[in-house]
């Protein structure tokens, strides 16, 4: 339901609203909040709240430091956990300068930006998540261990997967606060598990899966657990992936459907995705161990497509006509969702007004061919890091401040 300032307030009066939490994420994609008792809620959607942004790391200087967030009413959302003495509602924040003006290192303006040039071309864009974690035992002072709640594989059922109710309980919260997760399952490595998002607007996707994030690390820990959404936690394991599914409709039409072959606008959007990865993989890709996760146990290490292959950066799986999409699986769920989703966009985007001719299908294996025969990601951070500093590209999307901020981490 996308609800109103009216509706917000209309609920908060009748529910026995005790706090309202005010949500927004730092430029790493660290969800942080504020709770505000009902009364403010009236000040914080004319004028909003204040806040040190100097505090945030990559926001503000002490000399410059005030920053403001105004709730975006359609996020509201109750935390079931949190409301046993008086209801608790969330909402995510659009945030800004006092002179009014947006903010424009915020993740969520940036993406409503890359939105806004979608739909400039005649495009609605949306975006469906797959993200990876794994659950690990907690030592008796709740510090999380690197030891497997289970030794299960790939759709293992119990005794082999024992975090079936985890996962139970997880999308339960989450359909409880109006997400919409589909599935969910025991991945490969052991103790790791995946749950899937219905597709939704990109801004939407990414509050839901900063949402998603802090569910999960919350049920884990109500259960004696630890969860993970590093890359790589584990040694010759696979690592945690965060698979990105992207739509695009025009006039109505799902442009990746393939009646009659690939539309040269769909095609093109692949190619300017690809032209473009080695550049955002500083952001699709940000920490050290993430470059330990490509290359091995379906993650891709070389810029190549095709349909049905799980080794290639880009896939179009098969599906109906009308759920055909585009699949970037080099993403991992350590990553800024809103920045990324902004920049892949940006980048398909520029294909398609570039016109960008897209290379055959490639049907090999990819983990087996020889080093060198194909384009690939950077290998480390570093790599990375420098791709995207030198990126023209980069710094359109997202601004040199930014960049320099991100990457000082």
Known sequence: MQYTRYDVEEFVREHDVK???LAFCDIFGNQ???SVVPEQLPKAFEYGISFDASAVKGFMNVENSDLLLKPDPATMSVLPWRSHDGTVVRMFCDIFKPDGTPFTASGRYILKKACEHARELGYTCRVGTECE????LADKDGAPTLIPLDRGGYFDIYPLDKGENVRREICNILTEMGLNPERSHHEQGPGQNEIDFRHSEPVSAADNLVTFRWIVSNVAQANGLAASFDPKPLDGESGNGLHVNISLQKDGENIFSERGGMRE???SFIAGVMNRAAEIAAFTNPLPQSYDRLGSCEAPKYITWSRGNRSQLIRVPYADEEGRRIELRSPDPSSNPYLV???????GLEG???HMPLEEACDKNMFEV???GYPSLPADISHAAK???DSEFVKRVLSKEIIDKYLER
């Open 19 to 21: 706090f309202v939490r």
């Open 32 to 34: 942080k909040n504020i």
């Open 133 to 136: 974690f794994y659950l690990f």
């Open 265 to 267: 606008d769909a095609r």
């Open 341 to 347: 989703f902004a920049l892949i966009i940006e980048a």
């Open 352 to 354: 398609i007004r570039e």
């Open 370 to 372: 020889e080093e060198g």
């Open 387 to 389: 791709l995207a500093k």
